[in-house]
């Protein structure tokens, strides 16, 4: 056992040195549905929030877009909002909880005070129908917001009650054709607000003091014992929940990129991918850190460490406003494939293989090079309401802009694994051979170093400070605490 009062201290320190972020005023939500209203002149819009909970695992989450737009944070609601030239008129249709389930789950506002709170319209969920039929019968082009759980899998979340309702609707209304406005949304969603960035910063200050505890914490016989010290440390801080399933894999299980089982051994010799990361105020942070168990980088754990820390900054470079997203992708990839080919585990920079994936290696010969075996993922995303948020320079001419918040996070996996996946190909045979050697020795390596940053007007800055270089992550690894002996 740890000297449990020396971390509470230590955290309580660290409760006083996070200072507290701006909420989101109503008037924002309000000016949302005004700039939507704007990109659609004139239509309806139907919305779905997320359905009640079927798990006793943790509380009712709501929708991201849905949230974005309503601020309504409970389940069984549905916004309708009503758009001519431009100006819209916005109504909730509210379900209230079942007399004997609230004294379970606790009671759902009701439209009076959701009207006085939110400032819109609000009605029994069960007239939603008929509304809907009524306007559909008016002419009005109809909008629809999809409420999948999550943007990453919305291609298998296709049976919603929002999916179902709206192929009803078209049914009974052979003219009306369903226009998807979740990408208007997003484009709004992709330029963060003061207020937003405020609680996005606050997030990754919580969550960059979950890895410092991750790396002070006692020598860890298993994955669990990190996640513990990060999950403890966002909810003192005042983080609503993990952003997402806390990755922590040490050794081969850090290979796998969203390994989220956290119950391995964690053995001295390994390295552990820490991804992991606090919601605050329903914003999400992103961090990653590759820490060695025994507090030490081996030779070859600091030579791939340093690999990926080089092509992190390479992207850190190359992100400025006015800056195309491409080129910072590719610069950390250049600088990857060099260091890979130094390392023996490529041929060459420009060397390809036959991939174990579809791949159009004529359209894209990036994806058919060597290197990407080891470097399987691309480099950012962004943040907010969803740890896989809508970013600006995902549209348009696809530069960073002031406002967008991102992270930076190229990595290396090396495992055998990935050659026994390889086609059977002359390619790969000669592959195999040339680079087996060096396979062996970085066996079951994954480094992952992730920050999330702001693109300003003047520059980049960087919203997460975990300690990231070798010797800044050695020094405070020296200072775990020791168990206590009996």
């Given at each position: 056992m740890f000297r449990l009062g020396m971390v509470r201290g230590a955290v309580a320190m660290l409760v006083a040195a996070v200072p507290a972020a701006a909420q989101i005023g109503q008037g924002e939500f309000s000016a949302r549905r005004e700039a939507l209203a704007k990109k659609i002149d004139s239509g309806f819009v139907i919305a779905f929030g997320g359905r009640t909970p079927i798990t006793d695992f943790g509380p009712f989450h709501q929708l991201p877009a849905f949230h974005y737009l309503t601020n309504f944070d409970e389940p069984d609601a549905a916004m309708v909002m009503v758009v001519r030239r431009g100006v819209g008129t916005t109504t909730l249709?509210?379900?209230?909880?079942?007399?004997?389930?609230?004294?379970?789950?606790?009671?759902?506002?009701?439209?009076?005070?959701?009207?006085k709170t939110l400032g819109v319209r609000a009605r029994s969920f069960a007239a939603v129908g008929a509304v809907a039929d009524s306007l559909a019968s008016a002419g009005l082009p109809l909008y629809t917001l999809a409420d999948f759980e999550d943007a990453d899998f919305s291609r298998a979340d296709s049976l919603t009650r929002g999916r179902v309702f709206?192929?009803?609707?078209?049914?009974?209304?052979?003219?009306?054709?369903?226009?998807?406005a979740a990408t208007l949304v997003d484009q709004l969603r992709a330029k963060k607000s003061a207020a937003e960035i405020a609680l996005l910063k606050k997030a990754a200050e919580i969550s960059s003091e979950g890895h410092r505890a991750a790396m002070t914490a006692p020598m860890p016989s298993h994955e669990y014992e990190l996640q513990a010290a990060l999950e403890y440390t966002f909810t003192k801080l005042g983080g609503s929940r993990p952003a997402y399933g806390s990755i922590v894999g040490s050794g081969l299980n850090g290979t796998q990129l969203h390994y989220m089982k956290d119950r391995g051994q964690t053995k001295p010799g390994d390295v552990v991918?820490?991804?992991?990361?606090?919601?605050?105020?329903?914003?999400?942070?992103?961090?990653?850190?590759?820490?060695?168990?025994?507090?030490?980088?081996?030779?070859?754990?600091?030579?791939?460490y340093q690999l990926v820390r080089d092509a992190q900054s390479a992207a850190e470079r190359n992100a400025r406003p006015g800056k195309s997203a491409a080129?910072?992708?590719?610069?950390?990839?250049?600088?990857?494939?060099?260091?890979?080919?130094?390392?023996?585990?490529?041929?060459?920079?420009?060397?390809?293989?036959?991939?174990?994936?579809q791949a159009n290696c004529e359209r894209t010969p990036s994806m058919c090079k060597q290197g990407m075996l080891w470097m399987i993922h691309g480099i950012s995303h962004g943040l907010g309401l969803a740890v896989h948020d809508p970013a600006q320079f995902s549209y348009g001419e696809r530069v960073y802009q002031p406002g967008d918040v991102f992270t930076i996070e190229p990595g290396i996996y090396v495992s055998a694994r990935m050659l026994d996946a390889l086609p059977d190909t002359p390619k790969n045979r000669a592959f195999i051979a040339?680079?087996?050697?060096?396979?062996?020795?970085?066996?079951?390596?994954?480094?992952?170093?992730?920050?999330?940053?702001?693109?300003?007007?003047?520059?980049?800055?960087?919203?997460?400070?975990?300690p990231r270089e070798i010797a800044e992550i050695e020094a405070l690894m020296k200072r775990r605490a020791r168990p206590v002996v009996p």
């Open positions: 249709f509210l379900t209230p909880a079942d007399p004997r389930a609230a004294f379970y789950y606790g009671w759902r506002p009701d439209s009076a005070s959701v009207e709206v192929r009803s609707l078209e049914s009974k209304h052979p003219g009306l054709v369903a226009k998807d991918v820490i991804d992991a990361a606090t919601e605050y105020e329903g914003y999400a942070a992103d961090i990653t850190r590759t820490i060695p168990v025994s507090g030490t980088y081996s030779p070859e754990q600091r030579a791939m080129a910072a992708q590719d610069s950390s990839v250049a600088v990857r494939a060099r260091g890979l080919a130094k390392l023996g585990l490529i041929e060459s920079e420009d060397a390809t293989f036959d991939p174990p994936w040339k680079v087996k050697p060096a396979v062996a020795r970085y066996e079951g390596t994954g480094v992952r170093i992730e920050d999330d940053y702001l693109i300003t007007d003047t520059g980049l800055e960087r919203l997460s400070n975990a």
